[in-house]
């Protein structure tokens, strides 16, 4: 392709920093190209609603060309990345062709990570994704359903013991949904087992739960957790995952089903920069999120390493966010012949859902926790979402599931052979 | 197991003759086992509309132990049956436990068949399950996205190309509606192809669609679909699939995606019952609905061949919801000493949806066709929906994507290699 007169931006990702981005260069004389392997842009903050069966997929994803019909200036190609290529300012695709640019955004985000257990992967699924979400709905669902089965004591007991390692924000989401799940979404539909006896074990590593919190919070969500049912096991890092036991140290949790929240890779497209990188893999950027040696390259969203007042900017859809809108300032700058400005991260607060009417935030002088939080916690949540159809039918969702404790997508797809490639007890 | 005093009566498919039958159960002094190896009952009228990214799966499904969480006289087991053994009246499972029983219903179905090509089942997916529709849906929309990226004009024209096989009730729900995806829904979302270029073929061998309807009514069929921008073609067998061409004869047509709707087969469980079938795999069961031989087995919906009057009793929801129905009347007559009744079937009519405002009817001296036959179909399909909020959820949808053209579940799930094992062009 020839070089043409009007700037080409390609921006690689359709999350929060590169929709951002794009959006907020709608007026720019630019043409710009968003790839992204999927076709949507995730809402990922409710992303574990899918994985717990309150919500379907098209409550939280949207088209990215769909988003983006009415901005002329861009194309989206559905299209996988293999590389970066500074030096020929070129993107290489993964089937060998080439996407020159003048400027490029890199905001392909992160990935869940095993720290150096890779194995535990089919075992204990992370939860990042629209398919990893229909897994672990699968893999919940399913195993109420084999405790149903399973007429041995101790191998039924196995299935109606869950375990969620990693006491982050996806963690305490997945352990206090599921606590409802077995507690009420399904009380008295099954016969042979009671799905009230299930316990669901949330492991962390570290001394407390949601450690970005203050404290104080963070042991008010522990309570919560508590009394929702879940049992919250702190200082207890994971050795070993395999088919049947979960084993923390000396002690074995017999368990067929482990959730993995506990870990963050970033996409492995920064490695291709040829710049140092952080111990996830992020890129450490410039003052302006430009790549240091190339400022036509931007970084930003979960790949980006940033530091403000010597505080790690969060891995969060509001940091992503402004990332991607000052990388969109800072293009419009260079194009214009001016420095590009610094980036600032405004910290609007932190939250974190727990489950029914749990939930914590912290607002800077104000802390909330329990109902308020939650009632917060929502009405941010769905204000945010995009495409007004996603926001009312989410409301009636969430209105239908708090009266009746119903969650309305409990619907396994899928074959066992495909989800479970481990499973070794069915003949 | 001992045998109980309780009569045991197993329940094989939880679709509409399977639950039927449960339901009209419910306060006899039975205990009944439903085992489907899914966990929901679907709706299957409405299951185009989730392969063609209108509904998503959980507005047209529910779970099976959800929607019989009341009835105290069912246990649902989600487990897959390998056979059935009349000889010493049990099931065999497909993990190799038995399951007795002193009467049975074996509802289990019909999936979609090649004729004898059973390798066109990777290139021409059919649609009788959520999975199928899954996958079909991924293929519509990526081979929108691939022409897209295409560069050399005929391959991108193939990509543009859509076949679909059969020209009963599914072929045309799923050609009209595809034609109005590619015209109006994508309209104006890619930058370098027009979605409205795209060909919807819908191919017959028969004289004409929707054959079980009056001649008058498949001519204003085809009008219809006409004007919606199908090509009906009838007369026509398809020779050959492979990846890239649908062979007519002496005419070959570029396409890479290819849609079957064109037959069905019964459930292979029929088989192991060891008494005589017709063509489709069905089973020629008696008056009252048993099996040949076998008064304690019954054979009820999609795998039960009956006539009445000479005519064949159609495979659809009415049909399959009566003749359950018949099949506990039965059961409970055996109970008491009695005589089973004679199955009669009332018809009700025929309903077929071709697209947007666009139907026929043929309600006895009713004819219907085109924005009435549309509504009436609408109303009556939406009242038959399980669950008060499904309704709600479809109605809602229905309204949005008939005023803004939009069709809000248009999400590609699941991976590449997975669902289009045999494509070969990309490297």
Known sequence: ???????????????????WATRALASSPVQITLVDRSNHHLFQPLLYQVATAGL?????????RHILRSQRNVTV??????????????????????????????????????????????????????DDAFLIRRKLLVAFERAELETDPARRRAWLNFVVVGGGPTGVE??????????????????????????VMLIEAGPRVL????????????????????????????AAIDDENVRLGEESIPTRTVLWAAGVAASPLGKSLGVPLDR??????????????????????????????????PGVAPAAKQMGAHVARSIRARLAGKPAPLFRYRDYGNLATIGRMAAIADLGRLHLSGIFAWWFWLVAHVFFLIGFRNR???????????WTYQRHARIVLGSDAQNHPTERSRN
């Open 77 to 130: 190609l559905m299209q996988d990345v293999a590389a970066v290529e500074p030096a020929t300012k070129a993107l290489r695709m993964a089937d060998g062709s080439a996407l020159p640019f003048d400027y490029l955004l890199l905001a392909s985000g992160a990935r869940h990570a095993y720290f150096g257990h890779d194995e535990w992967a089919s075992q204990a699924p992370g939860l990042k994704t629209l």
């Open 1 to 19: 392709m020839e070089k043409s007169a009007v700037p080409r931006i390609v921006i690689v990702g359709g999350g929060f920093a590169g929709l």
């Open 392 to 402: 009312i039918i989410v409301l009636v969702n969430w209105a239908w599931s708090y």
């Open 56 to 64: 379907s997929a098209p409550d939280i994803a949207a088209p990215l």
């Open 211 to 238: 450690s970005s919190f203050p404290e104080a919070l963070s042991e008010k969500a522990r309570a919560q957790l508590q009394r929702l049912g879940v049992e919250v096991r702190t200082g207890a890092a994971v």
């Open 280 to 313: 996830a893999g992020r890129v450490y950027v410039e003052g302006d999120l430009s790549v240091p040696g190339h400022p036509q390259i931007f970084v930003a969203g979960d790949l980006a390493a940033v530091s403000r007042d010597g505080k790690a900017v």
């Open 174 to 199: 997945l352990a206090g949904t599921l606590a409802e799940i077995a507690r009420h979404t399904l009380k008295k539909e099954f016969r042979r087992i009671d799905s009230g006896e299930a316990r």
